[in-house]
């Protein structure tokens, strides 16, 4: 269903295989909400860190009807959706915490000793009309976690998610990239050649007359 790859800035990002929720003109938030209440009561470990991270009974609904999800709307309502899959593996990967004080009287119990935001990372596949994966959409978010009265830290929610398109290529499309590569600068080497053998009039002898710099130069790197 999803695993944790590295991508090519070495950041830890969470690749979601399967799309659940499909809408995106209308999220069935009900149905993540639903879906999210599997998670109440477990606890996740953020790798970085090592702080464990709770999931209380105020989690699916605050995800699922928060204010935020109000703009969240087309892809990234749809991945927001999606990343209900993934909550377990998005705290594991969570990065680039940051602490604020609550200065909120509605949290003052919820969140006595403040809030932390993490950054997590996800990528959702794009498929063509055949099913078949010809691209994937990532995700940037912000991990908000609240820490209680209690001392222990709990997920809140997850907003700010960014999206980026990364297309991804087959195997035998960069192959194909390569032979093609390949040829064209064997071609444009073999071109050169000709040309310097041309300037210098078929003489090899020339190439080692001072005012045949060119020559000279060309031919050197071409033959190292």
């Known amino acids: 269903m999803a695993e944790i790859v590295i991508n090519e800035k070495g950041q830890k990002v969470v690749e979601i295989d399967t799309i659940i929720f499909s809408g995106k ?3 069935d938030w009900d149905g993540v909400e639903q879906y999210l209440k599997k998670y109440v009561g477990e606890s996740y470990q953020i790798d970085e860190t090592d702080d464990l991270v709770y999931i209380g009974s105020d989690f699916p609904d605050e995800y699922a009807h928060s204010k ?14 999606n990343a209900s899959q993934v909550i377990p593996e998005l705290i594991k990967i969570a990065t680039d915490i940051s602490f604020s004080e609550n200065f909120e009287q509605k949290h003052s119990h919820d969140a006595k ?3 932390y935001y993490c950054i997590i990372r996800f990528t959702l596949p794009v498929t063509n009309d055949q099913k078949e994966v010809i691209g994937r959409n ?14 222990k830290k709990y997920l809140y929610d997850i907003v700010d998610i960014k999206k980026n398109v990364v297309p991804r290529l087959s195997k035998s499309c960069t192959v194909q990239n390569h032979i093609s590569l390949a040829s064209i600068l064997s071609d444009a080497a073999l071109f050169v050649k000709r040309t310097i053998w041309k ?7 020339k190439l080692r007359e001072p005012y045949t710099l ?6 050197d790197i071409i033959g190292k």
């Open 113 to 115: 000793y403040g809030w």
């Open 68 to 81: 935020y999800n109000n703009r969240a709307l087309g892809t990234v309502g749809k991945a927001k959706a």
């Open 138 to 151: 990532n995700f940037r978010g912000r991990m908000v976690i609240r820490c209680n009265q209690d001392g």
């Open 25 to 27: 003109r209308k999220i």
């Open 214 to 219: 060119f020559c000279t130069s060309s031919v």
């Open 199 to 205: 300037r210098c009039g078929n003489n090899l002898e």
